[in-house]
């Protein structure tokens, strides 16, 4: 199977993971008003494909080497088991945290959903697998998770300038006093803490299943990882279709009512994910001697946040018409979420 052979390649693979993670949802917003529990459907197929497809090319080269089908032979079902349930654990994440946006926005969802897990995978995969400068990669981290919150507070001032500017147009009386408090704001918060919490936990499962001599390999366990995505989504996906957190229940069926269109949206968003999945797995398995560590190459992929927040700012301008401070905001968000990147990506190269 082919691995990187340099900390140069390692990192370049975290970084597309981060990329990939941070760019997948485009797809959801391209799909229209295709309901998210349907979506996902076609998103969790799309990523047991890609991940089947990187098996039996990627991880089945260099047969003179150990193969992704040799690997399987002599793991353990433990560790297996393992990465069926961490696929199992971040379908959940994921579901959650589409659903705290759909019911209180990103400006809620996504600070404490994300936030949390950062802080819970960074920790955790760290104390399984201590690599890298401890007090460059924390730092590095807590960087990442201000830029978050500030993200947060820009999108908030953001929104409410512009509930502002609404009240004033539809009440010219200043005396008038109009307050509305967001719908389901205790709800979204919930959703939002469940989310960061499951969100934390799937990536030391999936390093669990990882470890030891009767490990599984990265394109093993990112099939096994696939297949538990997709299983899950058959029990999710009905829940959340008879119990919707936004709208109301719908049946299964609807799902051959989308286009096309939608159903490829969805696979293509699933593909996307896999193949971060995927670069984010290599990187860790990388030679002791070359890789960034379970915990950097983690804290990397979480700072897709960031890069979905890019995403909104520059090509589906979310934030059109921002006023000073939120500009001020946005570009703080990004120096601290550059400075936090970059103390991940060295602390590898500092460890004590």
């Given at each position: 199977m082919i691995l990187p052979t340099t900390y140069l390649g390692a990192l370049l693979l975290s970084i597309a993971s981060m990329i990939c993670w941070g760019s997948w949802a485009n797809t959801q917003k391209l799909a229209g008003k295709w309901r998210f529990e349907l979506f996902y459907y076609d998103y969790s197929l799309g990523v047991l494909i890609c991940a089947v497809i990187a098996a039996f090319t990627f991880g089945s080269w260099l047969p003179q080497e150990l193969t992704f089908s040799d690997n399987l032979l002599i793991a353990s079902r433990r560790q297996m088991a393992y990465g069926v349930a961490a696929g199992a654990v971040f379908n959940l994440a994921n579901m959650l945290l589409v659903a705290a946006i759909a019911v209180s926005g990103m400006a809620v969802a996504f600070p404490i959903a994300i936030g949390l897990a950062l802080v819970i995978g960074v920790v955790g995969n760290f104390m399984l697998n201590p690599q890298g400068n401890p007090i460059l990669l924390f730092s590095g981290a807590a960087l990442v998770v201000v830029a978050i919150v500030v993200?947060?507070?820009?999108?908030?001032?953001?929104?409410?300038?512009?509930?502002?500017?609404?009240?004033?147009?539809?009440?010219?009386?200043?005396?008038?006093?109009?307050?509305?408090?967001?719908?389901?704001?205790?709800?979204?918060?919930?959703?939002?803490?469940?989310?960061?919490?499951?969100?934390?936990l799937f990536y030391p499962l999936v390093e669990m299943g990882k470890a030891g001599d009767s490990g599984v390999a990265p394109y093993g366990i990112g099939m096994l990882f696939g297949a538990g995505v997709l299983l899950s989504t058959l029990l999710y996906a009905p829940f959340f279709l008879n119990f919707p957190v936004d709208g109301p229940p719908i049946p299964a069926s609807d799902?051959?009512?989308?286009?096309?269109?939608?159903?490829?949206?969805?696979?293509?968003?699933?593909?996307?994910?896999?193949?971060?999945?995927?670069?984010?797995?290599?990187?860790?398995?990388?030679?002791?001697?070359?890789q960034l560590g379970p915990a950097a190459s983690y804290a990397l992929g979480q700072g897709a946040t960031m890069v979905s927040a890019l995403w909104?700012?520059?090509?589906?301008?979310?934030?059109?018409?921002?006023?000073?401070?939120?500009?001020?905001?946005?570009?703080?968000?990004?120096?601290?979420?550059?400075?936090?990147?970059?103390?991940?990506?060295?602390?590898?190269?500092?460890?004590?």
């Open positions: 993200d947060a507070f820009a999108y908030g001032s953001y929104l409410d300038a512009k509930q502002l500017e609404a009240q004033e147009a539809l009440t010219p009386d200043p005396r008038a006093k109009v307050r509305k408090r967001a719908p389901g704001a205790s709800r979204g918060i919930l959703l939002s803490v469940l989310s960061g919490i499951l969100m934390g799902y051959f009512k989308g286009t096309r269109g939608q159903h490829l949206l969805g696979l293509a968003g699933g593909i996307i994910w896999m193949v971060g999945g995927l670069c984010n797995f290599a990187a860790a398995s990388a030679p002791v001697s070359v909104g700012l520059l090509v589906w301008h979310e934030f059109k018409g921002a006023n000073a401070r939120v500009k001020a905001l946005l570009g703080a968000m990004i120096v601290l979420f550059l400075v936090g990147l970059g103390l991940i990506s060295i602390a590898p190269l500092y460890a004590k």
